[in-house]
């Protein structure tokens, strides 16, 4: 009976892998991003759903959510040019540490104003929902045929990389102000120091070792060469979070790295990870839909779209302005278009799963909000991206200012 209940159990995640890439497929042709086929073709075989599946386990949800982040990030990192890295560092930097910082400060005042909520429950869905999210801002770029040219794709996709840990670190921090109201928010200063740097190193020295190794062991192509690679990812997560750094810097970090040495199997490595960080996407949304309960979402709507609202229009604007503020490449057609172009995506999700698994009071209220704004954040701004940089002009504004920056590259010389 239980090898029975093994098949089925092979067979109904197949099915649902399957059937969840064609739900992406459907959604993608209606103009909206895969990942809410991926979400509602959760929700359909969920509790509320035909599929009737009762899904209730967060903490394994919150598993197959943080594994698989380390390889969206590890793939995000490898399909990333260093060098656009080095024209945008400073101001990605910025806005992943201290952006984050003004979204969640902002949101969370906006909850308690609005949602009359307690402050730490407002911090924590604050911290939840400040961070844009690597996966969904990836595909929406490279699904699009957006011809942006300068700093402004660059600058989305290292942000959306780099600002996950921030994101882990305040609601960490928030989650132990609540369980110890009594601690020192200075404490913190010094474990967030050790993250990034532990993190940095770790995911550097992974990400040099990884080339080094597929070089000297002869694994051109293939099967050993896939495996080492999953193996890097791994162990730039596993190593930096046992040195008390922060993994997913790490696996980001390893994946860049990685990504600008040459090897001989580079392109099959990237090919491979591109598609361990789609099945990584489906397993992720998938699972998140099933936790979802529909019916429960009623209460929701109206703080929902309070929420989003204060987060499209205000908090993601305010800290896009604050932060590229002394950063004169990028006008403020640009700033506005980095400001639509900040979708929420699974990260927030599966941080809301945090504070269910601590058992903090109105956990569940909060997973629920949050599920809404992700959802209206990605059916509003996704299907929407194109429509934005041509209202903005933003690809020939691009082309103009490159063209400026090359004009006086060439006079200097």
Known sequence: MDFLDTQATFLLVGVLLLTTVLAGSVSSRFGLPALIGFLGLGMLAGIDGPGGIDFENFALAQAIGMASLVFILFSGGLDTDLKDVRRVAAPALIMASLGVLISAGIVAGAAVLLLDIAPPQAALLGAIIASTDAAAVFAILRSTGLDLHGDVPALIEVESGSNDPMAIFLVGAVLLFIAEPSASPLTLVPEFLVQMIMGAIVGIAVGFAMPAL???????????????????????????????????????????VAGSRSYAAKRTVSTFQDGMAWLAQVAMFLTLGLLVTPSQLGPVLVPGLAITAILMFIARPVSVFLCLAPFRQFAWRSKLFVSWAGLRGAVPIVLATFPIVAGVEGAFAIFNVVFFVVLLSSVIQGPTINWVAQRLAIADHENRASQRLGRSAEAQS
Do not use: T
């Open 214 to 256: 597929l070089k000297r062991g002869g694994y051109r192509q293939g099967g050993l060469a896939f495996v080492i690679s999953i193996a890097a990812a791994l162990i730039a997560f596993g190593a930096a979070e046992l040195f008390s750094g922060n993994g997913f810097l790490a696996a980001y970090l390893a994946g860049l």
